[in-house]
Every structure is written in structure tokens, then in C-alpha cells.
Nanobody, 113 residues
Framework: QVQLVESGGGLVQPGGSLNLSCVAS????????AAWYRQAPGKQREFVAL???????NYDLSVKDRFTISRDNAKRALYLQMTSLKPEDTAVYYC???????WGLGTQVTVSE
């Protein structure tokens, strides 16, 4: 069973940046599309960004041009670079291998003064 562990969350002021990481426990990570989702308090989990095994990317409109998803298969790692952060970006961020329905435990991102 593949395990995913996120890191890099924290508290940042509006307009700031954060870099999230997710490391997979096995090398099969490279064979699958990987994605970031987020869940704000009182809201449903929502899609943020996806990167395919062929390194094509897709973003939710709310984060397009602010967030960048990338992966390093040699390190079994998934990344999310977040810039120009807004208070509405506050959420727990999860990495996932969607086709396997495998999720990490999440990392909290809080954007506040």
C-alpha cells in the first residue's frame, strides 16, 4: 500500500508564498497521475491541481497563474508552489493518487494577517 506524507504547510500573510511537498512510500508513484486537493472549514474537499505521469498539468481556475504543481519521480515527490496567497486559500491541503484513491493526511495552510 502506497503512503503519502505531506509537509510544508504553515501560517503566511496575504500575498505571501508557501511550498508544499508530498513524498510517496514506493516508486509506483511515478506511474500515476498525482494531484492536490484542499478542504476549508465547513466546506467540501475541492480540486486544486493535477499532474499526469506524462507531466501535463491542470489547475482549478481559482489557483491558475498563482500555484504551480510539479513532481520529481526520482524522489517520489509531488510539489505545490503557492504564490500570491489569499485568505480564501486557507485549508488543509492533501496530496492524492486519484486513480488509486490514496490520500495523505494533509497539511494545514493558513493565510491571515
Amino acid at each position: 500500500q502506497v503512503q503519502l506524507v505531506e509537509s510544508g504547510g504553515g501560517l503566511v500573510q496575504p500575498g505571501g508564498s508557501l511550498n508544499l511537498s508530498c513524498v510517496a512510500s514506493t516508486s509506483i508513484f511515478s506511474d500515476y497521475n498525482a494531484a492536490w486537493y484542499r478542504q476549508a472549514p465547513g466546506k467540501q474537499r475541492e480540486f486544486v491541481a493535477l499532474i499526469t505521469s506524462a507531466i501535463t498539468t491542470n489547475y482549478d481556475l481559482s489557483v491558475k497563474d498563482r500555484f504551480t504543481i510539479s513532481r520529481d519521480n526520482a524522489k517520489r515527490a509531488l510539489y505545490l508552489q503557492m504564490t500570491s496567497l489569499k485568505p480564501e486559500d486557507t485549508a488543509v491541503y492533501y496530496c492524492t493518487l486519484p486513480s488509486l484513491d490514496i490520500w495523505g493526511l494533509g497539511t494545514q495552510v493558513t493565510v491571515s494577517e
